[in-house]
């Protein structure tokens, strides 16, 4: 079965781009009509989508990150990667990667990574 699995710093200074890659197996993030999203969780608050990536490379954001989001992949290494530019402590959260069945409808996730964003 298809596995997600996240990557990248614990710690982000302000004044440097979080940048997360997923690594995915078990499956092809080419393989139609799948989407692979970036989901996040602040601490107390709820899951907040923030962007896909789709089978074939088109990218979708959320509009109140969309101006600071950034979705990449790399089809040789079955990975996508995420970067969020001018981070601040309220981008501190467990992000996720995921993968979608249909808009916005994930079945398989990774297991979360924590970011928080400090000076």
């Known amino acids: 079965h298809v596995q997600l699995q996240e990557s990248g710093p614990g710690l982000v200074n302000p004044s440097q781009t979080l940048s997360l890659t997923c690594t995915v197996s078990?499956?092809?993030?080419?393989?139609?009509?799948?989407?692979w999203s970036w989901i996040r969780q602040p601490p107390g608050k709820g899951l907040e989508w923030m962007g896909v990536?789709?089978?074939?490379?088109?990218?979708y954001f959320s509009p109140s990150l969309k101006s600071r989001t950034s979705i990449s992949r790399d089809t040789s290494k079955n990975q996508f990667s995420l970067q969020l530019s001018s981070p601040t402590p309220e981008d501190t959260a467990v992000y996720y990667c995921a993968r979608d069945i249909a808009t916005k409808t994930e079945d398989y996730w990774g297991q979360g990574t924590q970011v928080t964003v400090s000076s």
């Open positions: 078990g499956g092809s993030i080419t393989t139609s009509y799948y989407g």
């Open positions: 990536i789709t089978y074939d490379g088109n990218t």
